[in-house]
């Protein structure tokens, strides 16, 4: 007699790019995979979102991925050079303290780099709009069952797996269910950040930066200043990303880690 093999299935908490790399992996790989996200659908094109660079590794994973391998160039931008720069403030000069040629970075616009991905999954194994609640592993320890809340309709969903992937950020409240007593550690600074389009603004500013930062389009730029640092670099489809960190105290988090996400100042822990 025939008996089909049971696929082994997967839940993912968390529908990021983190997330949704998992779920990838894992239907790449046999598995039955739902993910569950609590934003109602796929980003678009955030304009607070961010950049990220992609190693050579990364690159090669992603383009593994991809019906189109060609894709992943057509939507990021080459970053050959990083550079280190120090600014007097007071003197108002910069000066460069490091230099390296060679790099192989790919510098992705967050959005485009999390549509490229999600573009290769089934989209019915994702549950937007679900908040995650709770989970528990069965008395054998062999499953885990997942509740969830429909954010639209109030309704209680449960899903069982043999695995869970808890991709849901950096206040993890899977990490802090299985590790209650782990405690994050401040790294000494704040940040902000955003991407800036340039393609209709020839102002002053953008010729300012073209000129304070002359290989802009190639290199990922780190300006050091007192108390606080920038990161600059250039995106595709003519963007700038930017980060601003800021030495402070730690911050009072006025929020509970297990249900909501650090968006409020965006402090760096790790």
């Known amino acids: 007699m025939n008996m089909k093999k049971q696929k082994p299935k997967a ?3 968390g529908g990021s790019i983190a997330g949704e790399s998992c779920a990838k992996a894992l239907v790449s790989a046999g598995w039955d995979v739902v993910v569950i996200e609590k934003t109602r ?4 094109q955030n304009p607070t979102s961010a950049g990220l660079g992609l190693d050579p590794l990364a690159q090669k994973i992603v383009q593994s991925w991809l019906h189109e391998p060609e894709l992943l160039y057509n939507n990021t931008l080459p970053i050959t050079v990083t550079e280190n720069l120090a600014t007097d403030g007071e003197k108002k000069i910069s000066w460069v303290i490091g230099r390296e040629e060679g790099a192989k970075f790919l510098n992705a616009y967050w959005a485009d780099l999390h549509g490229l991905i999600y573009n290769t999954l089934p989209p019915e194994i ?3 709009g679900h908040q995650y609640l709770s989970f528990s592993i069965s ?3 062999l499953t885990v069952k997942v509740r969830a809340k429909d954010l639209q309709t109030a309704e ?3 899903r069982v797996g043999d695995l869970l992937v808890g991709a849901d950020g950096i206040l993890s409240s899977i990490r ?3 590790l209650p007593d782990f405690k994050l550690r401040y790294t ?3 940040a902000w950040r955003g991407v800036f389009n340039f393609s209709e603004n020839n102002s002053e500013t953008i010729l300012g930066i073209r000129k304070s930062y002359p290989d802009i389009g190639k290199c990922f730029y780190t300006n050091i200043g007192s108390g606080s640092h920038i990161i600059l670099t250039e995106l595709k ?8 960190y800021v030495n402070q105290p730690e911050p009072e988090l006025k929020f509970r880690p297990s249900l909501d996400p650090c968006n409020t100042c965006g402090c760096k822990m790790v």
């Open 176 to 178: 802090q269910s299985i």
């Open 11 to 13: 839940i993912v908490v």
């Open 41 to 44: 659908g796929p980003p678009t």
């Open 188 to 190: 000494g600074y704040c």
């Open 237 to 244: 489809k003519e963007k700038f990303n930017w980060v601003w």
């Open 126 to 128: 994702f549950l937007w």
């Open 156 to 158: 209680i969903i449960e």
């Open 139 to 141: 008395e054998d320890k």
